[in-house]
């Protein structure tokens, strides 16, 4: 199970920081952010590896999104900074088994998902 929150309405510039905690199975699991705008298709935001630090990001938040992970406390971060209007979405945490270095970036690869966080960015 996962619970994703800290999304909220915060002007452009701004920063927020979601944070996805995991109960149950969490041993070698990836885990990913995704976003959903209205109309649009639900896409990779970040993706980061069980261990050892590896991680991906979507082209558009490259040097403004940091996602990290607490394994110890079974919870995955997304810091948010620099935000724009079109970051607007609803942002998903989703977690996977996986080996210990893998990430993953389709929706598909998924199978636990968060129930969502609204992220509204006024300009």
């Known amino acids: 199970q996962l619970q994703a929150s800290g999304g909220g309405l915060v002007q452009a510039g701004g920063s927020l920081t979601l944070s996805c905690a995991a109960s149950?199975?969490?041993?070698?699991?990836?885990m990913a952010w995704f976003r959903q705008a209205p109309g649009k298709e639900r896409e990779v935001v970040a993706a980061?590896?069980?261990?050892?630090?590896?991680?991906r990001y979507a082209d558009s938040v490259k040097g403004r999104f940091t996602v990290s992970r607490d394994n110890a406390n079974n919870t995955v971060y997304l810091q948010m900074n620099s935000l724009k209007p079109e970051d607007t979405a609803t942002y998903y945490c989703?977690?996977?088994?996986?080996?210990?270095?893998?990430?993953?970036?389709?929706?598909?690869?998924?199978?636990?998902w968060g129930q969502g966080t609204l992220v509204t960015v006024s300009s």
């Open positions: 989703a977690a996977t088994p996986g080996a210990y270095y893998n990430t993953y970036v389709h929706p598909r690869q998924y199978n636990y």
């Open positions: 149950g199975r969490t041993f070698s699991t990836a």
């Open positions: 980061i590896s069980w261990i050892g630090g590896r991680l």
